[in-house]
């Protein structure tokens, strides 16, 4: 193959180590406002650095978190009352986010079968039972 310089791109047909995306969305029922929410989703990183992502140069990670929790207007008023959580109380909300955030990866990795992509390019499933043993030799 040849060399490539500042000026070429590299050839089509090659993938570059961690030119990957990810996309993870958190959804909580905890009375959280959107100042909140942001802090929530800057703890995903955290998760996948756990798991050995580095954030490479070329990798777009969109993180997004929401609220299910209903916001109820009082009959005949113009104003919603809001409650939130105590930002004192969230550490255990961004603990379960990142060991969330850890799982899910866990589990698509498992989930995920070989395929072939665009220019034919083939990228095979992990050996399932190579992956648990390796996960349950990490955990001893």
Not at 83 to 96: H, I, K, R, S, T
Not at 98 to 108: H, K, Y
Request: charged share 20%.
């Amino acid at each position: 193959m040849p060399a490539c310089d500042e000026k070429s791109p590299p050839p089509r047909n090659t993938r570059r180590e961690g030119s990957g995306s990810i996309i993870v969305i958190v959804a909580t029922n905890a009375p959280f406002l959107p100042h909140q929410l942001h802090r929530l989703a800057r703890r995903v990183p955290l998760g996948i650095g756990k798991m050995g992502g580095l954030g490479e140069d070329g990798s777009g990670e969109i993180f997004v978190a929401f609220s299910t929790q209903p916001f109820v207007k009082p009959s005949g008023s113009n104003s919603v009352p809001v409650q939130q959580l105590d930002n004192g109380q969230m550490n255990p909300f961004f603990e379960a986010t990142v060991q969330a955030t850890q799982e899910a990866i866990l589990n698509a990795m498992l989930a995920a079968e070989t395929m072939t992509g665009a220019d034919r390019i083939r990228v095979p499933a992990l050996p399932k039972d190579r992956f648990r043993a390796l996960i349950q030799h990490r955990s001893s």
